[in-house]
């Protein structure tokens, strides 16, 4: 089983290398890949030092599997170029997830979809991941006719700039900035950059991916991203329609039971969801589950999750666990 993790020296790559370690993959030969101002570096794995390769090198030695989280234009430029040698690609970027043409994966919803043909595989946006697999239950059971979400987002999703940007604040140290204004002590409604419909990428995300993973696109999504001076994970405020009633406890046991679920909602001991819980943790945790008052079969519930793991990393080595056990590879 080669393995190559690309963009190994980001913060993202750091803890696939990491996942894959504690999760202990099956690897036989790994390769660690980045650009090349990086190449020649030394990066640990497993107590072995390896060096950095570059994407070239890396498509010569024809990996079976190969985990991007380099960006999308590098994904778009060298994915392909994997594939045409026979390496599955589970992708991280945003480059492939709305291709009409390569599936978009949750494993604990989808993974089943999977083929040998599936060349490049696209793993969700953080923000999506830990909603869909909180929904993907619920809309099975009860269908989702809407949702109004509010996500209240982890500066690591923007990466280290924005890590190095907080902590300089907090200190008073002047800095360069990864957001248009200062993070600390503060609430910057913008993820990602704005549309023409005025809504952010990130938003739209929310959207589009949301009724693809769930294969229905009659599921009515708006959303609000919100960065907050967080670095634990990404919490959601999310309102849902359904078109069938409920019971609020058949739910709340129905998510208990849910695969990569955690469920955290007793308000007599003050016990929800927080993302300095979720931090380092592979889990999605969701809690405030109660009916909204306001409109009938429709409930509110607050969902937390560690971005760069279940929301990242987490996710994509998942993908690559399912591949094996699902005998695709």
């Known amino acids: 089983m080669k393995v190559a993790v690309v963009g190994a020296t980001g913060m993202v790559g750091n803890i696939m290398l990491k996942v894959l370690a504690e999760r202990n993959f099956s690897i036989t030969e790994l390769f660690v890949v980045a650009s090349e101002k990086s190449v020649g570096k030394t990066i640990s794995y497993n107590n072995k030092k390896y060096k950095v390769i570059s994407l070239a090198d890396a498509v010569l030695q024809k990996p079976v ?111 360069e900035k990864a957001y248009p204004y200062q993070i600390h002590k503060n609430a910057i409604p913008h993820c990602d950059d704005f549309e023409d419909n005025g809504y952010t990428k990130e938003e739209m995300k929310l959207v589009r991916e949301t009724q693809k993973i769930l294969n229905d696109k009659t599921i009515a999504v708006t959303a609000t991203s919100v960065r907050i001076p967080v670095v634990g994970g990404h919490s959601e405020s999310v309102n849902i329609e359904f078109e069938y009633d409920f019971v609020v406890s058949e739910l709340r046991e129905l998510l208990s039971q849910t695969k990569g679920i955690i469920v955290q909602d007793d308000i007599k001991t003050n016990t929800y969801p927080m993302p300095i819980y979720a931090e380092g943790k592979d889990a999605v945790f969701v809690g405030r589950i109660r009916r909204d008052l306001s409109q009938p079969k429709s409930l509110n519930m607050w969902i937390v999750s560690d971005n760069l793991r279940k929301g990242a990393a987490t996710n994509a080595v998942q993908i690559a666990e399912s591949l094996i056990v699902n005998g695709v590879l």
């Open 65 to 175: 599997i190969a985990i991007f989280s380099a960006g999308g234009k590098t994904s778009l430029e060298w994915a392909p170029k994997f594939a045409e040698v026979g390496t599955v690609v589970i992708d991280n970027s945003s480059a492939w997830r709305m291709d009409q043409t390569k599936k978009l994966i949750v494993p604990e919803i989808n993974a089943n979809t999977l083929t040998k043909d599936d060349k490049i595989i696209a793993n969700p946006n953080c923000s999506t991941i830990q909603l869909v697999l909180a929904l993907a239950p619920l809309h099975k059971k009860y269908k989702i006719k809407r949702l109004v979400i509010s996500t209240y987002q982890s500066i690591t999703g923007t990466g280290v700039k924005a890590v190095q940007q907080l902590e300089n604040e907090y200190n008073g140290i002047d800095t």
